[in-house]
Each structure stands twice: as C-alpha cells, then as structure tokens.
C-alpha cells in the first residue's frame, strides 16, 4: 500500500519536530534561570520594589504556558498517528 503525503510528511518532520520540543523546553529553562537571578537570586538587590506575588504568577504562568505548548505538541502527534490508522 503506497503511504499517503501525510504519512511522509511526518515521517519526513519527526526529527524536527523533536527538535523544536527540545529547543522550546530549553528556552523556558533559560528563561526559568534568568527570572530566578532576578526575582531570587543575587540580582534581587538590584530591583527597586518588592516582586513576590509578581514572582509566584510568573513562575505559575510558565507552568501553564510550558504545559500547554507539550499538551498542544501531543495532541498534534496523536491526532497524526489516528488519521494514519484511518488512511490504512
């Protein structure tokens, strides 16, 4: 059975695909890094007002952003493998 244009394009992207998963995990651990030098960490002194709650929603809104991103990224894989187990 001749595989249809969607099954080769995910198989022709699965590797960069992956790649942009690893790319955005290391972004939001850069970004997680350079917040907590700021909020916590030996920049705090240099920040004129007092940021705790500013702190917790931000780290909470990184959570939900990261979460959603693998959620989205899942989704869009799964979805793939079930139009493939339908097209067969």
Do not use: E, H, W
């Amino acid at each position: 059975m001749p595989s249809s244009k969607l099954q080769r394009f995910l198989r022709d992207r699965s590797i960069a695909l992956a790649l942009i998963v690893v790319v955005i995990c290391v972004i939001a651990l850069t970004q997680g890094a350079i917040a907590y030098t700021m909020i916590l960490g030996s920049l705090r002194s240099c920040l004129l007002i007092d940021i705790d709650l500013l702190a917790a929603a931000d780290y909470a809104a990184r959570i939900v952003l990261l979460q959603s991103a693998i959620s989205v990224i899942t989704l869009t894989g799964m979805a793939g493998s079930a139009i493939n187990i339908l097209a067969r």
